[in-house]
Each structure stands twice: as C-alpha cells, then as structure tokens.
C-alpha cells in the first residue's frame, strides 16, 4: 500500500469529530448508490419490455418473411424454398395466406384477418401450438383457431361453430344482389398470444380449405421463415436476398414492427440520459466534500508540503479518496439494482394493466452491457468529480498556508 493511498483510506474514515464531512461523504455515496441503482433497475425494466414485446411478435409471426406476387405457383415456390433452405441460419419455412373475412356469431359481425397455415409446418416456424389454451391443436379444413378475447366477446368456447363470410373470387360478378360466400367452421382451438389486437382480430384456418373457400388456386401470400437466432434476422434476410435471383419482399420481424422498436430504443436512450443526470447530481456532493475536505485539511497539506511532497503526491490523495467513494456507491447502487431486479422477477409484485401494456406483470431483464455501460459512465463521472478538488489541493502553497495557520 502506497503512502498517498493509507493517508486517503485514514482521511476518509477517521472523521468521528468531523461530522459535516462525514455526513456529506455520506450523501455522495448514497447518491450515487440511489441514481445507479435507478438507472440500472429502469434499463432493466426497458429490457424486459424489449425481450416480452419481441417474443410476443415472434410467436405469431416468424422472424423472417418473404412475401410474393400473385401470379406464383406451386413450382416458383418450391424452388425459392430450395434455395432459402441453403442459406445458414434458415431452421424451418412455412407457407401461408392471408386474407380478410367477416366473423359472425349469435347476430354479431366484425371484420377479422384470416391466416391459412399448414399446421405441422407452422409449428415449425412459430409457438402457435404453445398458445393454444383451450381445444387441441388440430385444423382441419372444416376447424378455426380463434383468439382468447374474440372467444370472450362472443361466448364462445371449443367445439362452436362460427361463420366467415369472404367476398366472390370473382370481382366482376358482385352486383348489388350479390353476396358473399359463408361458411361454417367448428372452434377447435382458443389461442392467446398475449397481445390484444392478436387476439380479437386473428384467427387461424387451414391453408387447403381457405383456398377453397376464398375460391383461389394453389397461391401463397408468402413463406415465414424461423432462423437459429432471431437477432441475426437481419443478417439471414441479406442471405436470403442474395440467393435468390429473382426481386422478392424479404421482411424481418424488426422490419415489419420498425415504429414500436424504434420507439422503444428513443425511450431508452431517453431515460438512460435523463437518470444519469441523477448520477451526476451525486458526483457533484462529491466535488463538495473533497472541497470541504480540502479546507478541513490545511494543516495536513500544509505540512505534508513542508516535508517534500509535491503536488502530485497531494493530488493522488484527494483523488484517491474521491474515487472510493465513488466506487462504494456504485457497488451499493449495483447491489440495490440486482436485489430489487431478482425481487421484481421472482415475486412480481408490481401490476400493471394487460390491455394497454400487453402484459400484467412488470418484466425485468438485467443486461451485463447495460450494467458495464452505466458503471463506466459513472467511474469517468466519479474520475472528473475527484481530480477537479484534488488539483487545487495541490496547488496550495505550503508557505503561506502554514504563515496563516
């Protein structure tokens, strides 16, 4: 241990006279434990958001989409799914089509979106199976799967039968007398994927009978792809591009929710400025006390001077003193943050409301990159806040210090 270290450690423990600056010291070390710990428990929260948000949008969808003209067939499918399989980081692809109709029920309609799937290739390229929550997960051509909130808007539960109401394939035969076709499907699954709009506007059919019905031949709106790891869908989507050789509309998930992310990522960003301007507010109550410290320490430095230290001595002082404080508010601040991030992941005590947030419990995700940002941050903040009093501590001079003491 160095000399300038063991005369920090003993400035910055031996106050029991020095009540002021034991209580300032105090201060800043709370401080930075109270806006460290909010920042890092925040940007968890964030995270957690982040993580259930993505997931939710993943398990009605898959993370890459390719979407194609009206005119393709079986044959042009087939040989763009070729080559999609060779591109690495491709699991799994699934045809499926999409469409408007109209739910009746009991005298009741609303417009609702239709999506034929095969369910054995679904399963492969989304947790469709996982949200069914009532029924089994069976679609025959004859079968819907509805969501939780339309099923409770209608009262309706597993075995029901439903009517969809499409309009004529062919456009140029619809007058004023005519109609659309009906048909009647049996409820044989109940999903919830956690987000409302899904759930009240979303049902599911087989892709066979929904072309029938809709009077269509063997089209596809596009193939949904599942990659090894949805945060290289970008990545994976640029192979895709490059191994086709035809234009086609390759979307990834973060493409087709680019507002919501891009919304939550400002937020973010927003709020981790914003907090650290707590942290900050406690740097300065350590300028304070190292000033105060400073004034209560005259004689020492004054002396310390006079036996051949030199400023920079004096400096390393100070700025030793000022950075274990420092660092003991921010092991503090780390500790509250992980404690209350653990309490809030296992109890989760802290309620919100499911419709407008999409889920009813506060998710958390600690991030070792958040923690490593947010404890940089605060190290450089803390290494400013101690040289600036301990320079001037080392620019007293020893001679007109001890000529007035």
């Not at 930075?32 to 993505?54: E, P, Q, R, Y």
């Not at 109209?102 to 290739?121: C, E, W, Y």
């Not at 079968?143 to 009262?155: M, N, P, Q, T």
Request: net charge positive; glycine share 6%; aromatic share 8%.
């Amino acid at each position: 241990m160095t000399l300038h270290f063991a005369i920090a450690i003993r400035y910055l423990f031996s106050r029991r006279k020095e009540v002021i600056l034991l209580l300032s010291s105090i201060i800043s070390v709370s401080g930075i434990a109270i806006g460290s710990a909010a920042l890092l428990i925040t940007l968890s929260v964030m995270n957690g958001f982040h993580t259930d948000l993505k997931n939710k949008f993943l398990s009605t969808s898959s993370a890459v989409n390719i979407l194609f003209p009206q005119s393709f067939d079986a044959l042009s499918r087939q040989s763009v799914a070729d080559k999609v399989m060779t591109v690495k980081g491709v699991t799994a692809l699934a045809p499926y089509l999409m469409n408007q109709a109209v739910f009746t029920k009991r005298g009741r309609s609303q417009g609702v979106m239709v999506k034929g799937i095969d369910p054995a290739l679904q399963n492969k390229v989304s947790t469709l199976e996982k949200q069914v929550m009532k029924g089994k997960y069976s679609l025959t051509e004859d079968d819907i799967f509805i969501g939780a909130e339309l099923a409770s808007s209608y009262g309706l539960s597993v075995g029901d039968s439903v009517f969809l109401t499409v309009p004529p394939a062919d456009i140029s035969a619809v007058s004023s007398f005519s109609g659309g076709r009906v048909k009647e499907l049996h409820v044989s699954g109940i999903f919830t994927s956690g987000m409302w709009e899904y759930d009240m506007n979303l049902v599911y059919i087989n892709i066979v009978g929904m072309r029938e019905i809709y009077g269509l031949g063997d089209i596809a709106t596009g193939f949904e792809i599942a990659v090894a790891d949805s945060g290289r869908a970008d990545r994976v989507a640029s192979d895709i591009r490059n191994a086709l050789d035809m234009r086609l509309w390759v979307r990834t998930w973060k493409e087709i929710n680019r507002t919501l992310f891009a919304a939550l990522k400002l937020e973010k960003k927003t709020m981790f400025i914003i907090l650290s301007l707590i942290v900050m507010v406690a740097v300065f109550n350590i300028i304070s006390s190292l000033l105060l410290q400073t004034v209560e320490k005259v004689r020492d430095i004054g002396a310390l001077k006079a036996l051949g230290a030199d400023s920079a001595f004096i400096e390393k002082i100070f700025v030793y003193q000022g950075i274990m404080s420092g660092a003991a508010g921010l092991l503090l601040g780390n500790t509250l943050a992980v404690a209350a991030c653990l309490l809030l992941r296992k109890y989760e005590f802290i309620e919100i409301p499911a419709a407008v947030y999409y889920m009813n419990k506060l998710p958390v995700i600690m991030s070792l990159s958040d923690f490593a940002v947010v404890n940089a941050a605060s190290v450089v903040f803390i290494l400013l806040a101690s040289y600036i009093p301990a320079r001037q501590a080392g620019k007293l001079s020893p001679a007109v210090i001890l000529r007035y003491e």
